[in-house]
Every structure is written in C-alpha cells, then in structure tokens.
C-alpha cells in the first residue's frame, strides 16, 4: 500500500462550483500535513498546513481526520485560476516528507 | 527575493556522459533536498540534506551523488546517466529539517538523457 494516496481525477467542474477531494495516508506517525498546488510544468507551492482543528484560508479549508487517516481539502466558489494540480504532503520523523502524486482539478468557464 | 535557483533548466544529454545540476537558496535554510518527478508517481526524493556535510539517501538514490560543502549549494551529480533518469528535478530547501516546514522549491531541471 502507498504511504500515500491520492484520486488522480481529473476533477472537471464548472466555475463557481464547490469541489473537494481526500488523500488517506497509511503511517499514523505522520505529524504533519500540507496541501501544496502545482501548475503544470512548475514547482509547487506551499497551498496550506493542516492542522487537527482544521483551518480555513478564503476559499480553501482543510481537515484533518487521524482516526480515519486521512486529509481533506475544500475548494469553495471555484475559480479558473484554481486549475492545477494539488499534492497531498506529509512530514514525520526528522527529513522523512511523503508527497503524494497529485489531484488534477480543472476549472472549466 | 527569496528563492532556490537551479541550473541548467532544460538539458538533454547522451547516456554515460557526467553531469551536474546545480542548486542555490539564499534564504538560510539548513535543510536542502533533490526530488525527481515522473508521471503518475508523483514526488521521489533521491538525496537530502539536513545541513553543511550532512547527506543522506532518499528513497531513489542509486545513481545520483550530492555534496553539501556550503550552507547555499547542494549539487545534483550523474556520474553516469542512463535513460531511467530522464525526468524532472526539483531542488527544495526549508529552515529545518523536521517535515514540519515549508518546502521551498526551485523551477526545475528537465533532462532528457538519450
């Protein structure tokens, strides 16, 4: 089993539209939990921590479920902009990050 | 501005001819590290770097050396490429290395070895 898992998608969704997606992790020592965005052919880049309260950044919210291991990401009032690709991230014992292979959202007019 | 800058972007080279792809963050970081990124497998790191002469491998080390010889650099060495290692690079770094900081990434090398 991966350490990490992810839907591939592609998510296909209209404008405005509210879409969310998972990623379930499998070592319960994971201690932290990032959602990081990609544009094809870029780096990625820091999305947002997710912390076990869960947090909310404008249109973006992000859970964290340890019983069920796993984390979530809700994107809300989408935007064209918001088309990319989204890598689950998890840190835990010194140096070990775990990245997922990514959710492919499209955002379409 | 803060950044991590590699070079070359783009390289495409001939199989067994030595190689290295350079990495450079002016932010201070301790904490350096090379992933390679291929389709559908998402983010491998092959060597990472906890601080000055401190390396260690990553999940896809074999055939890749690094060295850590200053605080801002952390070169990315092929010996000896093979067509396995056409794919894209990252360079990351972040303040420390405890996985619970960002990853501040470069651009990326794509290398096309034939």
């Known amino acids: 089993r991966k350490e990490v898992e992810q839907d591939p998608g592609p998510f296909n969704v209209p404008e405005g539209a509210t879409v969310a997606f998972n990623c379930t992790y499998s070592n319960s020592a994971s201690q932290s939990f990032f959602w990081y965005r990609q544009d094809c052919r870029k780096e990625p880049k820091l999305l947002m921590s997710v912390y076990s309260s869960g947090n909310e950044d404008g249109r973006f919210t992000a859970q964290l479920n340890r019983a069920s291991q796993y984390i979530s990401l809700l994107i809300r009032d989408s935007k064209l902009s918001d088309s990319a690709t989204y890598l689950c991230v998890l840190g835990g014992s010194a140096s070990k990050i775990i990245f997922g292979s990514g959710t492919r959202l499209s955002i379409r007019p | ?114």
């Open chain 2, 1 to 114: 501005e803060a950044q991590v800058t590699q070079n070359p972007r783009y390289l495409i080279t001939v199989t067994g001819k030595k190689l290295t792809v350079t990495c450079s963050q002016n932010m201070n970081h301790e904490y350096m590290s090379w992933y390679r990124q291929d389709p559908g497998l998402g983010l491998r790191q092959i060597y990472y770097s906890m601080n000055v002469e401190v390396t260690d491998k990553g999940d896809v080390p074999e055939g890749y050396k690094v060295s850590r010889k200053e605080k801002r650099n952390f070169p990315l060495i092929l010996e000896s490429p093979s067509p396995n290692q056409t794919s894209l690079y990252f360079c990351a770094s972040s303040l420390y290395g405890t996985g619970t900081y960002e990853q501040y990434f470069g651009p990326g090398t794509r290398l096309t070895v034939t």
